[in-house]
C-alpha cells in the first residue's frame, strides 16, 4: 500500500531496500566526514610545526567551504546523471590521493590544495547532495527523517574525528596520522559503494542509469532555472549562508580556543566529540519532528539551542570551567547540523524533480560561502585582537538572521 507525499500524490511504500540504502548513505557520509572534521585537530600541528598564524592556518579549511559551495552544483548535476554508485566511486578515489598528499605536505599552498580542493571535492561524492535525489524517492513522505538520518552521520564522524585524530597526532605525528586515515578509508568506502550497485535503476543492475523523477507522476517538475526565478530559492540560499556563518565562526576553533583557555587538548578534544556525537540523534530528531510539527518550527528550535551553546563559550574563563565546557560542546554539538536536512526537506518539498540535485547543490553555494568566511574570518579576528570573542557575536547573529529567514517560509512567497 501507498502513502500520500507532502504534494498530495501517492508515494511508494518504503521497503526494506529503502532501509538499506538508507544505513548505506549514512555509513558512507560519516567515513567521508569524519576525514574532514579532523583539520581542527591538525590546525594545531601545522601551527606548532610551520608557525602559521590562526588565520593563515585558517585558509586551506575557508577555501574547503567555498570550493564545497562551488563545488555543490557540479555535485548535483554528476549524481543526477551518473547515479549515487559512481560519484561515491570517484569521491573516494580523490579523497585517498588527498589524504597521501597532505602526509607529505610541506607549505601552506600544497595544504591549501590538497585539503581544500582535492579532498572537499571528493568528499562532497560522499556528502548529503550525493544522496538526496536517491533518498527524496525513497522515503517521498517522510524525507525530513531520511535526510535527518544522513546528516547525523556528520556529527558521528565529527565525534570521530576529534578524540581519534588528536590521539594519533599524539603517538605517531600528523603526517602518519594521515596514511592511517587513507588507509582507513580505502579499505571501507568499496563496501559502502557496493551497497548502491542498481541503486539508481531501481535495483536493476546493468542498466544504463537513469533516475526517476523525485516527485510523483502528476506534480510539477522544476528545472533550476525556473527554481531560481521564486522567492523561496533565494531565501533557502540565505538561511545556509547565515547557518554557515553561525556554525563556522566557532566550529574549526573550537579546539585552539579551549587550550587557549588552558584545558588539555586530549580532553577538550573529548569533550567536543562527546558533543558532537549529540548531533547524531539530535539531526534525526530535528528532522523527523520535521515532518510533524513542521520545517520552520523544528528549524528555528535548532537556532536557539545553538545560540545558548555559543554563550557558554563565551562565559569561559578557564580550565577550571568545566560545567560550561560541557553546556558549550553539548549544545553546540547537539545541534550540529540539524538545519541541513530540514533545508534540504524543504527544499524537496517546493522543487520536487528530476532535477533536485543541481537546485539543492545550487542553493547550497550559500552553506559552503557561509562557512568559509566564519572559519577564515574568525582567524582573522583572533590574529587582530587576540580574542575569539567578536567571532563569537558573529555566530549569534548569524543564527538569528537565519532564524528569521527560514521561518518566513511559512508563509506562501513568490
Not at 520545517?295 to 580550565?319: D, F, K, N, Q, W
Request: glycine residues 12%; charged residues 10%.
Amino acid at each position: 500500500m501507498s502513502e500520500s507525499s507532502p504534494s498530495g500524490q501517492m508515494a511508494p511504500t518504503i521497503t526494506r531496500h529503502s532501509w538499506l540504502m538508507l544505513g548505506g548513505a549514512f555509513a558512507t557520509f560519516a567515513i567521508g566526514s569524519s576525514m574532514m572534521h579532523a583539520y581542527t585537530v591538525f590546525l594545531l600541528a601545522y601551527i606548532q610545526e610551520f608557525h602559521w598564524t590562526r588565520g593563515e592556518a585558517s585558509i586551506a579549511y575557508s577555501v574547503s567551504q567555498l570550493v564545497t559551495g562551488i563545488g555543490a552544483p557540479l555535485i548535483g548535476i554528476l549524481v543526477d546523471r551518473l547515479g549515487t554508485r559512481r560519484v561515491l566511486l570517484m569521491g573516494a578515489a580523490m579523497l585517498v590521493v588527498g589524504l597521501i598528499g597532505s602526509a607529505a605536505a610541506t607549505a601552506l599552498w600544497q595544504v591549501v590544495i590538497l585539503y581544500g580542493v582535492v579532498m572537499t571535492m571528493g568528499v562532497n561524492c560522499l556528502g548529503n547532495i550525493a544522496f538526496a535525489p536517491l533518498l527524496s524517492r525513497l522515503f517521498a513522505r517522510r524525507r525530513g527523517m531520511a535526510f535527518s538520518v544522513v546528516q547525523g552521520a556528520n556529527g558521528l564522524g565529527r565525534a570521530i574525528s576529534f578524540p581519534a585524530a588528536q590521539f594519533l597526532v599524539s603517538i605517531i605525528t600528523w603526517r602518519a596520522a594521515y596514511l592511517v586515515q587513507a588507509g582507513v578509508l580505502a579499505v571501507l568506502i568499496l563496501p559502502m559503494a557496493l551497497l548502491f550497485r542498481g541503486a539508481d535503476t531501481g535495483g536493476r543492475v546493468g542498466t544504463a542509469v537513469a533516475p526517476p523523477p523525485t516527485a510523483p507522476i502528476g506534480t510539477r517538475q522544476w528545472t533550476l532555472r525556473e527554481a531560481m526565478r521564486t522567492g523561496r530559492f533565494w531565501i533557502l540560499s540565505l538561511v545556509y549562508l547565515c547557518t554557515g556563518l553561525g556554525s563556522f565562526f566557532v566550529s574549526l576553533h573550537q579546539l585552539a580556543f579551549l587550550v587557549d583557555r588552558g584545558f588539555d587538548p586530549l580532553y577538550a578534544a573529548s569533550v567536543i566529540g562527546f558533543g558532537a556525537l549529540l548531533s547524531t540523534p539530535g539531526v534525526i530528531l530535528t528532522g523527523s519532528l520535521s515532518d510533524i510539527i513542521g520545517r520552520e518550527m523544528a528549524g528555528a528550535s535548532t537556532y536557539a539551542i545553538s545560540i545558548l551553546g555559543v554563550v557558554c563559550a563565551m562565559l569561559i574563563t578557564g580550565p577550571g570551567d568545566h560545567l560550561l565546557l560541557w553546556l558549550h560542546a553539548c549544545l553546540f554539538g547537539v545541534t550540529w547540523g540539524a538545519r541541513g536536512p530540514t533545508i534540504t526537506a524543504k527544499a524537496a518539498d517546493l522543487f520536487p524533480g528530476g532535477n533536485l540535485g543541481a537546485i539543492l547543490g545550487v542553493i547550497t553555494i550559500g552553506s559552503g560561502l557561509g562557512a568559509a568566511i566564519g572559519s577564515w574570518g574568525a582567524g582573522i579576528i583572533f590574529d587582530m585582537s587576540g580574542s575569539y570573542r567578536l567571532a563569537f557575536i558573529l555566530s549569534i547573529a548569524s543564527y538569528v538572521v537565519g532564524a528569521i529567514a527560514f521561518w518566513s517560509l511559512r508563509r506562501p512567497v513568490s
